[in-house]
């Protein structure tokens, strides 16, 4: 008799405990999610952690012509001089592949989940092709003019701090809403919105409650919510969801090789992310810089409009100029239509998403570099800089060849 209640004992204090550790695990796991190594695991298999909408693949994938080089490439950075495999260790390089004049040049997978098949989650790369179905809309008309506002195509932030700015404030954040983008932070805007995003919470209720920091197009804030009200308001313009519209217009006339996918919000109703929740391949991101590198045609057909991809490399407004963007900021880059632009007389330009995603594109040298990572933390300067160096170095080295 005494065994038996014990063994209940037991029993329940066993069933506590679980049910203790099951919401632990619940409210942390985010963290557990985006914390090495788990995360090399995570951005290769968001599919089986939320729910997601599907960008289908081209019925015919446009080629990927090989030309195998040995990248001899070295770069100097913090008083040395290294090489790519230091580059890949140091940074933690999941996927690697070189575009050169329309040539795969290069293609390694180093991360332990990682594959030509695997789709990676791209984060902030994610506005970067927001952008581009934003410039498809305008030349289609679906979408009137920069100068429309936000609450006109989203009557739901009436009152809030995006009921003012444009989409083009939006295009280049410079919104005036909400605070600096600081994951470290529990209480920042971009924390309250993920434990929304991942927890079922309102993203909307999130998006309503920023306040309003600067008048519209008058100062850069970097600021994912702004280009979820940009995904809003090109869906509403459009009157379809992200991952259609991109399959429509971008994935398949480009000739993509694989499906890619949103992740979508747990709580209902359902929406992407269009600040940070696709998940392409590799070799598909490849395609698509290549087509931005041609000037966004393919096999004839003009698939995004040439000045659109010429506004994405130079800044029209004086505080998105390279330097300009704040002391928070690296100072090489500049920024503008949802591209980090680096320049120079190349004026190269990239998608740059959190834990080490870049989609580089260099129209003047005719190269494309995709590097996915899962660095330790979101943000990291330091990582970010040697990142920069090594990948202008691999470009210069690629250009001097015949």
């Not at 459009?238 to 090789?257: C, D, F, N, V």
């Not at 694989?258 to 109703?269: E, K, N």
């Not at 000037?295 to 991809?309: A, E, L, S, T, Y």
């Not at 933390?377 to 210069?396: G, I, K, M, N, Q």
Request: aromatic share 8%; hydrophobic share 40%; proline share 6%.
């Amino acid at each position: 008799m005494r065994g038996t209640k014990r063994n209940r004992a037991v029993a329940g204090a066993a069933a506590v405990g679980l049910a203790a550790g099951a919401a632990w695990l619940w409210r942390n796991q985010g963290t557990l999610a985006m914390s090495r190594p788990v995360n090399e695991w995570t951005f290769t298999h968001m599919a089986a952690l939320m729910p997601t909408d599907t960008v289908t693949r081209a019925a015919t994938p446009h080629p990927l012509p090989r030309r195998p080089l040995a990248l001899d490439v070295t770069y100097s950075h913090g008083g040395r001089t290294r090489t790519l495999d230091e580059l890949h260790r140091r940074t933690w390089t999941t996927g690697f592949a070189v575009l050169h004049r329309g040539e795969l040049v290069h293609e390694s997978y180093p991360g332990r989940f990682a594959g030509p098949d695997a789709r990676f989650q791209l984060f902030s790369v994610t506005k970067s092709v927001t952008s581009l179905l934003t410039g498809i809309a305008l030349e289609e008309g679906a979408l009137d003019g920069l100068d429309r506002t936000a609450v006109s195509l989203v009557p739901e932030l009436a009152g809030s701090a995006y009921d003012g700015p444009t989409v083009g404030d939006l295009l280049d954040m410079c919104s005036g809403a909400g605070g600096v983008e600081d994951y470290a932070d529990p209480h920042a805007p971009i924390s309250r919105f993920e434990r929304a995003v991942t927890g079922g919470g309102s993203v909307l209720d999130v998006i309503r409650s920023l306040p309003r920091t600067a008048e519209p197009g008058t100062v850069f804030n970097y600021s994912t919510l702004d280009t979820q009200v940009l995904g809003w308001a090109l869906e509403a313009a459009t009157g379809t969801p992200l991952a259609r519209y991109a399959t429509e217009r971008l994935w398949q006339p480009m000739g993509a090789e694989h499906d890619a996918h949103y992740f979508l919000t747990r709580a209902r109703p359902r929406t992407a992310l269009g600040g940070g929740s696709l998940n392409a391949s590799v070799r598909d991101l490849l395609r698509l810089g290549a087509l931005l590198a041609a000037g966004g045609k393919r096999d004839g057909r003009q698939i995004v409009p040439v000045d659109w991809i010429e506004r994405g490399r130079t800044p029209g407004r004086p505080h998105l100029q390279a330097g300009a963007l704040g002391p928070d900021l690296p100072g090489h880059y500049g920024y503008t239509n949802q591209w980090w632009t680096l320049g120079g007389p190349h004026r190269a330009f990239t998608g740059r998403g959190i834990y080490g995603q870049y989609l580089w594109i260099d129209p003047a040298a005719d190269v494309v570099i995709v590097k996915t990572g899962a660095w330790p933390v979101a943000d990291d300067d330091a990582l970010d800089a040697e990142t920069v160096a090594a990948l202008t170095s691999l470009v210069t080295w690629l250009d001097a060849r015949d």
